[in-house]
């Protein structure tokens, strides 16, 4: 007896673009389908305000086929089709990506005085759109927004082969990189300086005072400034921080500390940080020291005053932290949740409330992803530049927090300034380069006193072993060889002396020459791979004199 033959559930439900293949291959959208009965698309509650979408503008305005699958595209997104996106995500799609893209596409059909149909959507016509954002007065990362957010709607229609998609060659549907470098024209959040941070925190401290008053009810305002606090403490995104849940506090293996465990959307995975608990001795939070406020004590404060409205939040908002009773002529009495633009309306008023300026004596910007960075930035000072704890601390990777989070500090402007002007001094003057000294590994900024030096007067610093781990080392492409050569020796000592103590004493240099002074000069571009290679290469067949065993028999003296 043959197997039964099992037939696959089609959900009928799921929005689908009624359309024909005719006998030349072109997609034909049903006249019948166009306009669809309901043009505005509904979005579930997200941290947008954002409620609904109308496509209604853009129908009898010569491009119907395209803004209809655009629609039921936006539709199926929302109906989990095509892989799981937020529903912020999808608004974005909307009100960034599809609301130039479709106006660009009744200008062109204006101009072509045709319709435009799903089989115009090519390489040409996205190069059109392309030039069309570029002439926007704006700037080229919100140009690469537009982009960016137009761009997952149409590579899910062809994928459908609801359009022609030409992946490949020169004829791609999408160029490989419309806007290369665009990472460099972002500017990007600055940090607070210490003193915006210490006043801005003396301000939340008065702030969310009466929140530990009996019988205060939860405000938005008030729930703002708590959560700020939180942000600032924690350095914590803010759509996990918005949409934090009644069981945030998790038990830590250490009596005084607790985890606060938040939902990441993006990654779908847990954040988690550790923060003190409340004592019996109030103590001064090490990230924070100019805030004398226990992160612990606050959430479950705000917890106790919002918990007898969460039987009354809609299903979507229950569980939520930040829950307070609208006062909306539309709303009132609904119990609704602290949401992005309410967030950003109670910081403006705490700004404005209580005077707070920048440097420039302008009022003071606060966006939870200034305090991200500052936490990021604190956090590296009191570890005394410990990437790697800076990096945990903030849930990146020891190179995203480096590049996006990192600003540098005052003592490295001022380095940074005093080197810039003995730089202009030197080549006022023709002794560029006079700064450093060569030696047989590369340069030295300071052979007498230097960090390993003997620091006797006329004794030249010969330490060569702990060139690689002295600030005053410096490489240059043209000391490459005598870096590779020294690097080469290293590693043949190995079949001279015992593996023990080789290990104990030498073993690390060759990897800080790979892992630190190689890999960091190729990553900022000091280095160029085929130079690194060749000298590479040189040296293992010729090392530099100073570095062979014919020169130096044994490399103690240097130790």
């Not at 470098?181 to 939340?204: D, I, M, V």
């Not at 988690?272 to 805030?291: D, I, Q």
């Not at 000298?535 to 003296?557: C, G």
Request: aromatic share 8%; hydrophobic share 35%; with cysteine.
């Amino acid at each position: 007896m043959g197997k039964r033959k099992v037939f696959t559930k089609t959900d009928i439900s799921v929005p689908q673009v009624e359309h024909d293949i005719d006998t030349e291959g072109n997609v034909v959208i049903w006249p019948e389908a166009i306009p669809p009965a309901h043009t505005v698309v509904s979005f579930e509650r997200s941290p947008t305000s954002q409620r609904k979408f109308d496509f209604a503008r853009w129908y009898g305005s010569g491009v119907d086929p395209i803004t209809y699958a655009c629609q039921r595209q936006i539709e199926r997104f929302l109906a989990g089709q095509e892989g799981t996106l937020s529903v912020a995500t999808v608004v974005s799609y909307c009100n960034c990506g599809l609301v130039s893209f479709l106006d660009f596409c009744v200008l062109q059909s204006m101009a072509s005085e045709r319709e435009l149909t799903l089989n115009d959507v090519n390489r040409s016509l996205i190069d059109g759109y392309l030039r069309h954002i570029s002439g926007l007065v704006v700037a080229t990362t919100s140009q690469k927004n537009y982009y960016s957010k137009t761009k997952p709607v149409l590579v899910a229609l062809g994928r459908r082969g609801i359009f022609p998609l030409v992946t490949s060659g020169d004829d791609a549907t999408f160029p490989r990189n419309p806007f290369p470098n665009s990472n460099r024209k972002s500017k990007g959040e600055t940090p607070l300086s210490k003193r915006e941070r210490q006043e801005f925190a003396t301000a939340l401290r008065q702030a969310i005072k009466p929140i530990f008053i009996n019988d205060t009810p939860p405000t938005s305002d008030l729930l703002a400034y708590s959560l700020l606090v939180v942000a600032l403490h924690t350095g914590r995104n803010a759509t996990p921080l918005l949409e934090m849940g009644r069981n945030c506090l998790r038990p830590h293996p250490k009596d005084d500390t607790v985890f606060l465990v938040l939902w990441k959307r993006r990654g779908y995975n847990t954040s988690k940080v550790a923060v003190r608990a409340e004592s019996k001795t109030e103590r001064v939070l090490e990230a924070m020291p100019s805030v004398r406020v226990n992160v612990e004590r606050l959430i479950r404060r705000v917890m106790a005053v919002t918990e007898p409205l969460d039987s009354e939040a809609p299903d979507d908002l229950k569980g939520r932290v930040w829950l307070y009773r609208s006062r909306s002529k539309n709303s009132t009495s609904l119990v609704t949740s602290l949401t992005q633009r309410m967030l950003e309306a109670g910081t403006a008023r705490l700004v404005a409330e209580y005077g707070l300026k920048d440097s420039d004596g302008n009022p003071l910007r606060i966006n939870i992803a200034r305090l991200r960075k500052t936490f990021a930035n604190r956090i590296f000072e009191l570890t005394d530049g410990d990437l790697a704890i800076t990096a945990a601390a903030l849930g990146n990777t020891p190179r995203v927090a480096d590049q996006n989070y990192l600003a540098p500090s005052e003592n490295d402007r001022r380095n940074w300034r005093f080197m810039g002007e003995l730089l202009v001094e030197e080549l006022l003057t023709a002794t560029i380069g006079a700064t450093y000294k060569e030696n047989p590994l590369g340069r030295c900024a300071d052979p007498v006193n230097g960090q390993f030096a003997p620091k006797r007067e006329g004794a030249t610093c010969m330490n060569f072993m702990n060139c690689v781990r002295c600030k005053h080392y410096a490489v240059t492409a043209e000391d490459l060889y005598k870096l590779f050569s020294f690097y080469f020796r290293m590693l043949s000592e190995r079949s001279r002396m015992d593996k023990r103590r080789w290990a104990r004493e030498f073993a690390h240099i060759p990897r800080l020459i790979d892992d630190y002074i190689i890999a960091e000069g190729l990553r900022r571009g000091s280095f160029k791979f085929a130079a690194v290679e060749a000298a590479k290469k040189h040296a293992r067949t010729q090392p530099h004199p100073f570095w062979s065993t014919d020169l130096i028999a044994s490399l103690e003296v240097f130790s």
